[in-house]
């Protein structure tokens, strides 16, 4: 029998901004990013809503819009939440007075990570890559005792945390993922045996 563990990215965010703003404007739009829900129109598909409905367990980040995503995709189920599954700090580049529109910060904030690849650095800090991994192996006791499990989190930290589950034996397809809103990616292992 196979286990799945399935990574959904949540809903569109309610919050919404227009304008360009400077870095200590883009950490104000954060905190409110991070304490709005999601649109009340944007549902999700109905492939993802029966994933979850046929799932064992619904989990989600401890974030609003994950929070809120979940129940959106299991109308009525219970939802465990934990801030293991929430997204990751990414902090914006000090680019002092410089003003962006959002996709300008998101941009940098893109380039920088992919800097640090390229330099051999470290992209997250030793406390994300430990949440990371205690994340992948709370996900995959929680498939061990339900046979699946949906999960709601970030785009960030769902890159991050996929990255982890592969590496301890999870097999998904690394080669089509998509990044929106309420993109869902797959992972399965065969049941271990205790």
Known sequence: ???????????????????WINGAEFLRWREAYEAAGIESDGAPPPELSAAAAGSGVLVASVARRAEESARMLGPGREVLTSPLLSE???????????????????????????ACAALGRPRVTADEEQRARAAAEW???????????????????????????IRT?????????????????SFTRPHRSP
């Not at 029998?1 to 304008?19: D, Q, T």
């Not at 996900?139 to 339900?146: K, N």
């Not at 034996?169 to 990616?185: E, I, L, M, N």
């Open 139 to 165: 996900l995959s006791q929680l498939a061990e005792s339900h046979g699946s499990a949906v999960a709601v989190t970030h785009g960030s930290f769902r890159s991050l945390l996929a990255q982890e589950l």
């Open 88 to 114: 990751l700090e990414l902090p914006p580049p000090a680019l002092g007075p410089i003003r962006l529109p959002l996709f300008g910060w998101a941009l940098s904030i893109g380039i920088r990570w992919l």
């Open 169 to 185: 034996g999870w097999h998904g397809d690394v080669t089509r993922r998509k990044a929106h809103h309420w993109s869902a990616w």
């Open 1 to 19: 029998m196979s286990l799945k563990i399935v990574l959904v990215r949540h809903g569109r965010s309610a919050h919404v901004h227009s304008g």
